[in-house]
């Protein structure tokens, strides 16, 4: 991997990524496809064609339907979804959080009960790499745990200090694994992930230490996970410095647009969601002057596109009326065509935060866009 900082505006940067499955261009949003498919229909072809750099998907869904093992037999997940450009896998971690009424943590790591059968999962480092390897991912996340934002430092600090045994352990896995004869992507990557909530010392603290480790990359985890959005800025200054400038920077499970605006004049790379492709299957469509709510009745006969002079699939060819119409029968091509607008959204904006961190005027950029999307 090799990753250069081509232009700072302030703190936010612009940078390159290479990487065995291409190169990135950074800030970037990474569409998600928890279990090897964005959810409305959009295939890789379509992935393509709005923009998409990197796909996320999950680790956990996908050893729990499918199969890690199965998917290695087909080639890598690469192979098995048809997508040539880089994917970046979570390491199951966030179940842990997420799944908190099924699961039990030890030193060791997590026995989860499956939400899809029941089933008892024991999932540590050491077998969140070897999932992650079977799958081939060009990036795999560290295995951690995701404390809430909200917790009491008493817990937080004791479940810090194991994530980063955590990751010493994910390491050494990952080391042992690339040097197999019948590893899937043998340059996979591994991200480190910053926790501890919302308590500054202890995110400092973390980030000092990972950034030991001298990793390819390193995320923010556990935020955008019950605390404010002030409470998440004020994180993102606070830590961010403390990770080496020279390596991506991914803040994961982020987020509206406004906080994605925000967080790369804090420093950020990287960012996913599941809001663009949630929100489109719902009919709440994103725009440049705000989201649109295409159920309302003033849409009924609304000839327009979601939005003027957007080039998504959609809007080159359909009006809100017909978008709603689909919708409301509940046919999948209403849905299809909301994802597909809105992940070109977000593909699109990043694109615009490139082009005016290059330019030099991101500030400029970030305040009018931030008065646009709120309708001002």
């Excluded at 450009?85 to 971690?93: A, E, N």
Aim: glycine content about 10%; charged content about 25%.
């Amino acid at each position: 991997m090799k990753y250069t900082v081509l232009k700072r505006d302030g703190r936010a940067k612009r940078a390159e990524m290479e990487t065995v499955h291409g190169t990135i261009q950074t800030p970037v949003f990474m569409n998600v496809g928890t279990v090897g498919a964005i959810k409305g229909a959009v295939s890789t072809a379509d992935l393509e064609e709005i923009g998409t750099q990197v796909e996320l998907s999950n680790t956990y869904h996908l050893h729990v339907r499918t199969g890690d093992e199965l998917i290695k037999e087909m080639g890598g997940l690469h192979k098995f979804m048809s997508w040539n450009r880089p994917i970046l896998t979570d390491s199951g971690g966030f179940q842990v959080f997420s799944l908190a009424g099924l699961r039990k943590i030890k030193e060791e790591g997590v026995t989860f009960n499956s939400h899809i059968d029941g089933r008892k999962i024991f999932m540590g480092p050491e077998e969140s790499m070897q999932i992650q390897s079977n799958l081939g991912s060009t990036i795999a996340m560290a295995f951690d745990e995701c404390p809430p934002a909200l917790a009491e430092r008493e817990y937080v600090r004791p479940s810090v200090e194991r994530t980063t045994r955590w990751l010493e352990r994910c390491i050494k896995e990952m080391a042992e694994l690339n040097g197999r004869p019948d590893t899937v992507n043998k340059e996979q990557l591994l991200f480190g992930i910053n926790q501890g909530a919302i308590y500054a010392d202890i995110r400092i603290e973390h980030a000092k230490r990972i950034s030991e480790f001298d990793l390819p990359g390193y995320a923010i985890g556990g935020l955008a996970v019950g605390e404010s959005h002030e409470q998440m800025y004020y994180i993102l200054d606070e830590t961010v410095p403390y990770l080496p400038e020279n390596k991506p920077v991914y803040l994961m499970g982020v987020g509206t647009p406004a906080n994605i605006l925000e967080a790369v004049d804090r420093g950020v790379d990287f960012f996913d969601c599941v809001y663009p492709t949630r929100n489109g299957r719902h009919a709440h469509m994103y725009t440049n002057h705000g989201k649109l709510n295409l159920m309302n009745s003033k849409y009924e006969k609304d000839d327009r596109p979601i939005e003027e002079g957007c080039g998504c699939p959609a809007c080159r060819r359909y009006s809100r009326a017909y978008i709603r119409h689909l919708l409301k029968a509940k046919e999948m091509l209403g849905m299809r065509l909301g994802v597909l607008h809105n992940l070109y959204f977000y593909n699109h904006l990043m694109e615009e935060i490139r082009d005016a961190i290059d330019e030099g005027r991101y500030k400029e950029f970030k305040n009018q866009k931030l008065k646009d999307l709120a309708g001002e």
